[in-house]
T-cell receptor, first 112, second 113 residues
Framework: DAGVTQSPTHLIKTRGQQVTLRCSPI?????VSWYQQVLGQGPQFIFQ???????GRGNFPDRFSARQFPNYSSELNVNALLLGDSALYLC???????????FGPGTRLTVT | AQSVAQPEDQVNVAEGNPLTVKCTYS??????LFWYVQYPNRGLQFLLK??????LVKGSYGFEAEFNKSQTSFHLKKPSALVSDSALYFC???????????FGTGTRLKVLA
């Protein structure tokens, strides 16, 4: 089975622009989470979606939004980009039950 | 509030020696605890988890972790380290009453040949 996939791999944007990152979970997984990992730090929880509903939200501004589609894929949108938004954005899908998350390779976002 | 602490930024160990990477946590409910490993320019790979049951949890690649409720710790261990174990290790906790996962700051493990 394919793992979690994310696109694009790398992205360069300018301050003030908007970006959309995409994630496809492992087949059979209905929950997707998004994390921001700044260089040298641990991943910071942004959102979790389950069955298209937001189930958890971290301490991120409203510039960050997400949605989940009927096929359980997900998009993370960030508006009005700031230099501090430069990071590795990780998507994870969660196996059924209170279980582990499987991470994708991430999207490296650079804001200039 | 949930929190995870990894007190060591880096751990050095000789190949063949046992290794321990420390993690302590704070949650209001029953903890779900996890260890992940990250290799350069890669996403995180799941190693093991504690949800309930036996306090000693065995995971991938020969790693194990011991859950200690009184000390609120979940240290990662391996009896004999390999050079290929060198990577960044993250401890994570999820409060059983929420869906929010909290990661530690990471510990860089360096296994010396």
């Amino acid at each position: 089975d394919a793992g979690v996939t994310q696109s694009p791999t790398h992205l360069i944007k300018t301050r003030g622009q908007q970006v959309t990152l995409r994630c496809s979970p492992i087949s059979g997984h209905k929950s997707v989470s998004w994390y921001q990992q700044v260089l040298g730090q641990g991943p910071q929880f942004i959102f979790q979606y389950y069955e298209k509903e937001e189930r958890g939200r971290g301490n991120f501004p409203d510039r960050f939004s997400a949605r989940q589609f009927p096929n359980y894929s997900s998009e993370l949108n960030v508006n009005a980009l700031l230099l501090g938004d430069s990071a590795l954005y990780l998507c994870a899908s969660t196996s059924p039950g209170p279980a582990e998350q499987y991470f994708g390779p991430g999207t490296r976002l650079t804001v200039t | 509030a949930q929190s995870v602490a990894q007190p060591e930024d880096q751990v050095n160990v000789a190949e063949g020696n046992p290794l321990t990477v420390k993690c302590t946590y704070s949650v209001s409910g029953n903890p779900y605890l996890f260890w992940y490993v990250q290799y350069p320019n890669r996403g995180l790979q799941f190693l093991l988890k504690y949800i309930t049951g036996d306090n000693l949890v065995k995971g991938s690649y020969g790693f194990e972790a011991e859950f200690n409720k009184s000390q609120t710790s979940f240290h990662l261990k391996k009896p004999s380290a390999l050079v290929s174990d060198s990577a960044l290790y993250f401890c994570a906790v999820r409060d059983g009453g929420t869906y929010k996962y909290i990661f530690g700051t990471g510990t860089r493990l360096k296994v010396l040949a």
